[in-house]
């Protein structure tokens, strides 16, 4: 079996799933995406969630990266310790079977902090590869659990999770702003005025009930509201990632939909934001991976 010759990749989440098939000379020639995400397959159901990707992308080996190798996946594939870099990703790849290879996380211990991440690597150590992000920078993640990378001589070297996107979520579902958190979040003055607040303020608890108390008494409009609490959370996640950093730019990497408002929150703690897409750093990974297996 030879990877080169071409092979099938996903980035396998929790509510989702994306799989791509890559040909000999490297190109994504196919792909899809649906909600299958790892939480959505049945005890024992993994092999065919995994033939039904074959059926639909071709009888080729797959790599596999994401959620899809956590305790919650197929087959947990652990953590490599930062620093970590391609090599060591593949030193430690997991196989389920015969023609499948699960990419492990990456973890950090370090200064009191203990840390995670599992697919984020990928993309991260491909956009290295891929001369996307500097070999020493400083990469912001968004997502359901923001990643700040500090990434040094090519590797990732340590990293801080702040799960501002799952906050969201939450308050969104099960708080008392729900009813005002319909809509989504839009780069406009209302988001600018909370991540200025975030930026400043270290009073995140407290500011999440005045986003209430404002509309109740007049002082806010709600449909402003969910702008608003986005732009706060997003200005204290900044806030977080920036503490003890250098002025250098700051790599965003991640859905474009994201990545645009963690940049502005950005520019306005007068930073330079260069966005990447997250799925072509994947593919650079993931490439960069396959490269070096047996």
Sequence with gaps: ??????FIAAD?????RRAYRIDASGECCDEFEDDKGVL???AGGFPAAVAEIRERLGDLPLLLAGMIGSNKGWQD???VPA???VHDLVAALVWPGGREAIVPGVSYQGNGRADVMRG?????????AAGDVPRDALVCHPGTH???TRVAGGCIASFRTVMTGEIFNLLKGHSILADLLKGGAEEEAAFASGVRHGLAYDDLPSELFAVRARVLLGEAKAEDAASYTSGLLIGADVRIGLNGEDAQPVYVMGRPELTRLYAAALRKAGREPIELDGEQSFLAGIREV???MP
């Design 1 to 6: 079996m030879r990877w080169t010759e071409g």
């Design 12 to 16: 396998w989440g929790t509510t989702n």
């Design 40 to 42: 959505s397959v049945p």
């Design 77 to 79: 594939a652990g953590y």
């Design 83 to 85: 620093p970590a870099d």
């Design 120 to 128: 984020e690597e990928v993309q991260l150590l491909g956009a290295v």
């Design 146 to 148: 923001n990643k700040w």
């Design 290 to 292: 396959a490269k070096r």
